[in-house]
């Protein structure tokens, strides 16, 4: 990766983002390999923009963390990123590089510098929240709460003014992921937010497939909060008409969710594991 991005580093500076159509696929391809065992996976993050001289978000991010170059705004020689240029393409390569870096859980040395980008990306988050739409606002939790990185008050307090803005843009996996990471950095997102995410739940309950409903379920369990006896009723349904389709790890997470909250369930719930 390392001897990539040399070779990245010696191409002709600032690629027109309109006309690029070479895309380093280097960081890319190790994320959608890790992926697949790092569930639950957000939805793929379209792959919009030139940030500068990159040829595109996956090999900036991998620039910043590998090569440690300076941060979110920019390369250690000063050049402006599309962060600056362009606030919706911005929110993309932002969202897509956070992504990367959460589905690749770089270790040892490298985890530092990942911090450290963390830190610049909450600042360049601030700056450009209001761009971001439903897939960057998933993709983005998701993957700081992959990092076991807590966003920090800031950083929550503008992603919710940004959920509440695009909720009903949100897809079942999109509402499953972002819950999901509240519960795996175990940050208790709130009355208002649960409130809010319990309507978007239902306008979407048919859409969420096992994993969604697991992983709703689970995030409940480690925040410590019971559902509301209308939300479980729902999900419950939707288990009993899906149930086949749960996978082994899927309903041991059920049902420690439910024990954790010691939640009762009737008996025909329980008659469908045998």
Do not use: C
Not at 17 to 32: D, E, V
Not at 123 to 148: C, I, K, P, T, V
Not at 228 to 240: A, I, V
């Amino acid at each position: 990766l390392r001897h990539h991005q040399q070779q990245l580093m010696g191409r002709s500076p600032l690629v027109d983002r309109n006309q690029h159509q070479q895309i380093s696929p280097t960081l890319q391809i190790h994320a959608r390999t890790a992926a697949a065992a790092a569930p639950p996976p957000p939805a793929a993050a379209a792959m919009l923009g030139t940030p500068s001289r990159f040829s595109n978000p996956n090999a900036y991010a991998s620039h910043v963390v590998v090569d440690g170059g300076g941060g979110v705004y920019g390369s250690d020689d000063g050049e402006e990123t599309a962060m600056k240029e362009n606030g919706r393409w911005a929110a993309v390569e932002l969202s897509n590089a956070l992504w990367a870096l959460g589905v690749l859980r770089l270790e040892s040395e490298l985890y530092v510098r990942v911090l450290r980008f963390v830190e610049s990306w909450k600042d360049a988050f601030a700056a450009h929240a209001h761009f971001f739409r439903s897939q960057q606002l998933a993709n983005s939790l998701w993957a700081l709460a992959r990092l076991g990185v807590e966003p920090g008050d800031r950083v929550v307090a503008l992603w919710m003014d940004a959920f509440e803005r695009e909720i009903t843009s949100f897809t079942a996996q999109e509402l499953s992921s972002v819950l999901w990471a509240f519960g795996r950095l175990q940050v208790f997102p709130g009355e208002v937010f649960i409130e809010k995410w319990y309507g978007a739940f239902v306008v979407k309950l048919s859409s969420f497939r096992p994993q969604h409903l697991t992983n709703s379920l689970w995030a409940f369990g480690k925040l410590g909060v019971a559902p509301k006896k209308t939300l479980l009723s729902h999900w419950t349904y939707q288990f009993e008409v899906k149930y086949a389709l749960f996978s082994a790890q899927e309903l041991a997470n059920a049902i420690w969710a439910l024990g954790k909250l010691e939640l009762r369930q009737p008996p025909k719930f329980y008659e469908l594991f045998e």
